[in-house]
Each structure stands twice: as structure tokens, then as C-alpha cells.
């Protein structure tokens, strides 16, 4: 009676969360160190200002006159933002989302035909798995080396491609390692594409989050054939309920406005996202700058806190996280295996953190965010480098 996916997608809790679950039935207050939501851990765009935001768009989508690729008020606010960053991204090369896993859809279901590939970098993210196997497209993988902080083997990257291969996704910053690619590295990758053809999808949401540089090197400003950047208003201004996402089409001329058609034609099909939203984009860019700041300061401070704690941990081995939400930290000498020991942390400290091979990483890591209210952070870093070391 159901399609194959029913079968192929995951239906059981796996034994961390299984673990978590039971523990809040008891009533045991666990610390989440997986959630980038930083709504759920005290960071909130100005309420007020928002809500007057929000009025005055409402104001202006009285009258229902979708757009397919988005109101154009909103394109044109995401074009200047791209126009600040030094980038001629025009608001007619841009698509309105109603977030980045839908723009991901969109990208997929346009690039590839079922059994095409797109190649994904490894630390992977579990969500490229059931976007692919909903889109029907095999995923393959190339590799980050945790060696060289996480830089991309671009070697390994060309030999990993195929005739079936149709996009390669690049991360920057990188979920979950913190890694943020140099404009070397974006070159190099640049060149790969034009040789064999292939489209890049640039994930840029954690654009904002930088910690050892000013401005992010963008796959956009390469001579790569076709670049899908996508981004959107979830991390970048703490208002995931929002659901605005966007995808920006660069490259050559002829290839993005073949894109744009049929990413036209799919977003036309559903109309998806919500129209006041769309209307407070130019003003949530305009007002909401002084929070950014705020925000900026308060993840540098989170992330610098989270560095100097666990590099003092003599089981952990840290590599610095360059941009985003989270890091990656090897576990040394390790007896049990990581999935038992984010259950023993659980447990004993009371806090949820990954184990590495939910990302495909190599044994032995652990996976975690450093958004976090700072006393309760610096509290559930300590109890969980006590409990290590007491392994």
C-alpha cells in the first residue's frame, strides 16, 4: 500500500535518543548541546521590533499577488545584502524559500535524475540522507582532513566523481567541524566543476558566524559554470520560525536562466512561502543590523568559551572551529565506543552531545554545539570534561 520510502526511512528512535527520552520521563533535566536553535537557548531577534515589523508587512500582503520566485521587495533586499558582501547577485537570479532543507529539495529535484549522484562533504550532516532519498539521488562523499583543520581534499573530491555525478555540496561555514574554506580551496574547487561540468550548491547559513576573518570567502565569486548559494533568515537573524530561505543562481548566463526557469516552475507549483513573511525581509535586514552585532558577539563568546574549556580537557583533541555553531573533538584513549560513551555522558552528565559516526566520522569524536546560555555552558562543559577524565 506505501512507496518504498516508507520502508527506507528510519522509523525507530536510535539508543542515544532513546536514552534522552527515558531520562526526561523521569523527570531529569538534560542540557542539549545538539540544538543550534538559539531561540531555545535565550537568543531572540527584539520582540517588539519585530512585531512591528510584522504588522507593516501585513499591511502589505492585504491582498494576495504571489510572485513564484518571491515578492520582488524581498529579492531585492537579499540582492543588496549579497551587494554589500562585494557580489552582483541581481534579485532576478534569486528564489524565495521557505527554508534551506526546501532549497536543498528544489536543487536536487533540478540537478539530478533518480540514481544521479551529488557528492557531499564527510563529516557529513544526517540531513542530506533523507533529502536524497526522497529526491531519489545516491549520495557519495568526499573527504574533510581533520589533519589539515578540516581543509578539503581536493584530490580525493575529483576521484571521487563519477559519470552519473551531478553537484557537488560545499558546507562553508562547515556543520559540524567549524571548517570555513579559503578562497584557495573555493578555486580549486572552482576549477573541478568547470572541467567536469558540474553545478556547486553553496551552503552559507552560518555566513554570519566567522571567528578568525571578516568576510566569507563565497563559492559565488569563482568562474565555477553554476552556483546555487543558499541561505536564509533561521540562523542569521535567530528566527528559524520564520521559514524564509533563499537560493541565489550564478555562473554562466545560459545555465542560470535554465536553473531559474524550472526552479520558477517547481516554486510556482506550491507557492510555499508565507507572503508577510516576504514583505518583512527589507526591514528585518534594515532594523534588525544592531541585533546582528549583539548576536555575532554573544556565538564568538560562546565559541571561545567552549575552546577554552575543552582544550584544557587532556581527552579531548580540539581543532578550533573557524565559523558556525559547532565543533568536533577527537576523544583520545577512548575504551568504550563513542555511541556507548555519549550515553554514559548522558547519564552521568547529565548533557547530550553526538557521537562522531552520526556524521560519518571516523572513531573516536564527539559532536556539539556551543550556542548556549554562558553560565549553563560553562557548567555542562565542566561536568563533561570531569567525566572523561574519570574514565
Not at 116 to 135: H, K, M
Request: charged share 20%; hydrophobic share 40%; proline share 6%.
Amino acid at each position: 500500500m506505501l512507496s518504498d520510502l516508507s520502508r527506507e526511512l528510519p522509523a525507530a528512535l536510535n539508543r542515544l535518543y532513546t536514552a534522552r527520552n527515558e531520562a526526561l520521563g523521569r523527570g531529569e533535566s538534560i542540557v542539549d548541546l545538539i540544538s543550534g536553535n538559539v531561540n531555545q537557548h535565550g537568543m531572540f531577534f527584539p520582540q517588539e521590533l519585530l512585531a512591528q515589523v510584522m504588522r507593516a508587512a501585513l499591511d502589505q500582503a492585504r491582498v494576495y499577488q504571489p510572485d513564484s520566485l518571491g515578492q520582488e521587495v524581498a529579492r531585492q533586499a537579499i540582492a543588496d545584502y549579497y551587494k554589500r558582501a562585494g557580489l552582483c547577485l541581481p534579485a532576478g537570479q534569486i528564489l524565495i524559500t521557505p527554508g534551506t532543507s526546501v532549497s536543498y529539495f528544489y536543487c536536487l529535484k533540478l540537478l539530478a535524475e533518480p540514481g544521479d549522484e551529488i557528492l557531499c562533504p564527510s563529516p557529513s550532516y544526517p540531513l542530506f540522507e533523507t533529502i536524497g532519498r526522497v529526491c531519489g539521488v545516491k549520495l557519495r562523499f568526499y573527504r574533510l582532513l581533520e589533519s589539515a583543520h578540516w581543509e578539503i581534499d581536493l584530490a580525493y573530491l575529483e576521484s571521487q566523481l563519477t559519470t552519473k555525478t551531478r553537484a557537488v555540496v560545499l558546507i562553508s561555514p562547515h556543520n559540524p567541524t567549524g571548517m570555513v574554506a579559503s578562497q584557495e580551496q573555493l578555486e580549486g574547487l572552482a576549477e573541478i566543476a568547470c572541467r567536469h561540468h558540474l553545478a556547486i550548491i553553496a551552503d552559507e547559513v552560518f555566513s554570519e558566524f566567522l571567528f578568525d576573518r571578516d568576510c566569507l570567502p563565497r563559492p559565488a565569486s569563482t568562474a565555477a559554470p553554476l552556483i546555487f548559494t543558499l541561505n536564509g533568515f533561521s540562523k542569521m537573524f535567530a528566527l528559524p520560525g520564520l521559514k524564509l530561505g533563499w537560493v541565489a543562481v550564478s555562473g554562466d548566463p545560459e545555465w542560470v536562466q535554465k536553473s531559474l526557469s524550472t526552479l520558477e516552475l517547481i516554486s510556482d507549483t506550491f507557492l510555499p512561502v508565507n507572503e508577510m513573511v516576504q514583505f518583512a525581509v527589507p526591514e528585518i535586514f534594515l532594523r534588525g543590523v544592531t541585533f546582528l552585532q549583539i548576536y555575532k558577539a554573544w556565538v564568538k563568546n560562546c565559541r571561545n568559551t567552549a575552546v577554552e574549556m575543552l582544550s584544557q580537557c587532556p581527552l579531548l583533541q580540539l581543532i578550533p572551529p573557524s565559523g558556525g555553531f559547532y565543533l568536533t573533538a577527537r576523544v583520545l584513549g577512548a575504551e568504550k565506543d563513542e555511541g556507548e560513551l555519549a550515553v554514559d555522558l548522558l547519564h552521568k552528565s547529565k548533557v547530550l552531545v553526538h557521537p562522531g559516526y552520526f556524521y560519518d566520522i571516523p572513531p573516536s569524536h564527539l559532536v556539539m554545539t556551543f550556542v548556549q546560555e554562558s553560565q549553563t555552558l560553562q557548567d555542562c562543559l565542566a561536568r563533561l570534561c570531569n567525566q572523561l577524565e574519570e574514565k
